[in-house]
């Protein structure tokens, strides 16, 4: 009888402890849809790009987006299709985040990334790191290990190290000839190419995140929108998820992602209207654009630039990337 309380108990207490420590071990599937979209950064790709780098961007959109889709499709988390999404454009010398991010005016790397779900409005975003080879996932270990969300120069350099993400010296964003002849010669009128996505998983979750080495040229200190939570990125569950990419100062002085959120929330714009609203009403032409997301599954990608590299897949089976109008 004895023995049977204790068994009892001993198993009550270990189905409390993984309800409370592991609640996404049980979370339900909502449904069985997803969406995702990406973006590689907003600007001036012009017609005549050769085809040969015009097909290298789809191509690099195309394994993008599968990557994340592939997550998504088997029941994976947003957090992680975002994560993981954008550790790949990290690696891709095509794109201004990570190995391929742009340069100050003094010749060096300032890397920023946010990331923040929509589940809790939990975020974690970290700027000007200098040594950290994947931002997006410093960011997420901001969110999930430290009890603040922001993370500044060496402190947030540090912080890496003490968390034991993957170190690289500057240097190693300098990378190459190949980027330096691409700004140089074929886009010279290129204002950068962050990246970002958002994604909405089968268990009804928004997350977007945002990485970039911020704008060519940049004085060293400079911030832009891509670490600031309202402004570059912005998740909840009840209205969308936003990631942008354009002068960050204006983003930052339209608090452009939030708002989209606040046009839903507070004034019951749709996903479309409160994006219309804020990139082609609210910010001046040749700004930037966005990616962005509701509970739903719609989405939308408008951008007032030239061009946006850009791509959507959900669970119906859309698939599409592009790269201009
Ligand atoms: N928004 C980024 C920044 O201002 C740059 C970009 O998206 O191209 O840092």
């Known amino acids: 009888m004895n023995s049977n309380i204790y068994r009892t108990i001993i198993l009550f207490s270990f189905l409390s402890f993984i309800l409370i420590f592991s609640p996404d071990l049980f979370a339900q599937k909502k449904n069985n849809k997803f969406t995702i979209v990406i973006h590689g950064g907003a600007g001036y790709i012009s017609k005549d790009i050769p085809e040969q780098l015009k097909q290298n961007y789809l191509n690099s959109l195309t394994e993008a987006l599968n990557i994340g889709k592939d997550i998504l499709a088997n029941g994976g988390t947003s957090i992680d299709a975002v994560e993981k999404v954008i550790n790949y ?63 500044a120069g ?38 950068g190419e962050t990246v970002g996505c958002v994604a909405l998983d089968q268990f009804g979750n928004i997350t977007a995140g945002t990485s970039t080495g911020g704008r060519q040229n940049k004085t060293p200190g400079r911030v832009g929108d891509s670490p600031i939570i309202g402004a570059g990125t ?20 339209n608090t452009v992602a939030f708002n989209i959120s606040a046009l839903m929330e ?51 089976g859309l698939f599409k990337v592009d790269i201009s109008k």
């Not at 019951?268 to 962005?292: F, H, R, V, W």
């Open 89 to 151: 454009f990290e690696n891709n010398i095509l794109f201004n985040s990570g190995k391929g991010a742009v340069f100050t005016s003094e010749g060096k790397h300032e890397l920023d990334a946010s990331i923040m779900q929509g589940k809790d409005l939990s975020s974690g975003a970290i700027t000007g790191v200098t040594i950290i080879k994947h931002p997006i996932s410093l960011a997420r270990l901001v969110m999930e290990k430290t009890d603040y969300i922001l993370f």
């Open 154 to 191: 060496k402190g947030a350099d540090d912080l890496g190290i003490q968390l034991g993400v993957d170190i690289v010296p500057n240097s190693y964003f300098h990378d190459s000839t190949n980027y330096q002849k691409w700004i140089n010669t074929q886009l010279p009128k290129q204002k």
């Open 234 to 253: 912005y998740a909840d569950n009840n209205t969308c998820g936003v990631s942008a990419t354009g002068i960050g100062e204006l983003f930052i002085k």
């Open 266 to 316: 507070y004034k019951g714009y749709t996903l479309n209207q409160a994006c219309d609203e804020m990139i082609y009403k609210k910010l001046p032409a040749d700004s930037g654009g966005i990616i962005a997301l509701d509970k739903d599954g719609n989405y939308e990608m408008p951008f007032n630039t030239f061009s946006m590299m850009r791509g959507v897949a959900n669970s119906s």
